[in-house]
């Protein structure tokens, strides 16, 4: 099984500022992906984000907006820039080990 | 390219009567399939997995899920409800166990007394 955290937890934010979101892991994982949730919605694959290379994003989201860092097999970081209310939504991050893991999500709401 | 619909947005049932969630698949390979259940303001959490083996898949809470092929079908059933089971339920596709996974929209269920 893979345990994974998410700091903050949740966060309220102005327009126009940007968060980073951190996810650490409990065992080493090549890819780690990251999702959005957005209020009564489903689950959006935003990007894979691989150790060593840069991440691939999905259709609809682009590095300047959500930058993206891997810096080791445990841990990822999401930053959401220049944030507006739209961007308010539930971020998780996630990885498979035998099966998908989700964490616990972020909850962001900009005002 | 993989993609998942869930045909229902919302399923209202009565407690201790059968539940039925639809989902449909489209995949280019043989696809791994899931189904995972949110409670409100809770995590993800998996109900069961697909992975080519019993086409019957068995999985927590008395869910169980049947892979059919040839309907590109993976509906997910449970004989009686229970109040607890009212939640949001997401049918989800992977090509393969290990890659990025697609949720489909989601069927919140609810249970009327």
């Known amino acids: 099984s893979a345990v994974i955290s998410q700091k903050p937890s949740r966060d309220i934010c102005q327009r126009g500022t940007s968060l980073t979101i951190q996810c650490q892991v409990d065992?080493?994982?090549?890819?780690m992906f990251w999702y959005r949730q957005q209020p009564g919605q489903s689950l959006t694959l935003i990007a894979t984000?691989?150790?060593?290379?840069?991440?691939?994003?999905e259709s609809g989201f682009v590095i300047d907006k959500f930058p993206i860092s891997r810096p080791n097999l445990t841990f990822s970081t999401l930053t959401v820039s220049n944030m507006s209310p739209e961007d308010s939504s539930i971020y998780l991050c996630?990885?498979?080990?035998?099966?998908?893991?989700f964490g616990p999500g972020t909850r962001l709401t900009v005002l | 390219a993989q993609s998942v619909t869930q045909l229902d947005s919302h399923v209202s049932v009565s407690e201790g009567t059968p539940v039925l969630l639809r989902c449909n698949y489209s995949?280019?390979?043989?696809?791994?399939l899931f189904w995972y259940v949110q409670h409100p303001n809770k995590g993800l959490q998996l109900l069961l997995k697909?992975?080519?083996?019993?086409?019957l898949v068995k999985g927590i809470n008395g869910f169980e899920a049947e892979f059919k092929k040839s309907e590109t079908s993976f509906h997910l059933t449970k004989p009686s409800a229970h109040m607890s089971d009212a939640a949001e339920y997401f049918c989800?596709?992977?090509?393969?166990?290990?890659?990025?996974?697609?949720f489909g929209s989601g069927t919140r269920l609810s249970i009327r007394p």
């Open positions: 065992s080493q994982v090549t890819m």
């Open positions: 984000a691989n150790q060593g290379s840069e991440a691939t994003y």
């Open positions: 989800v596709v992977s090509e393969n166990p290990a890659s990025k996974i697609i």
């Open positions: 697909y992975t080519s083996a019993a086409t």
């Open positions: 996630s990885v498979h080990v035998r099966q998908q893991f």
């Open positions: 995949s280019s390979y043989s696809p791994s």
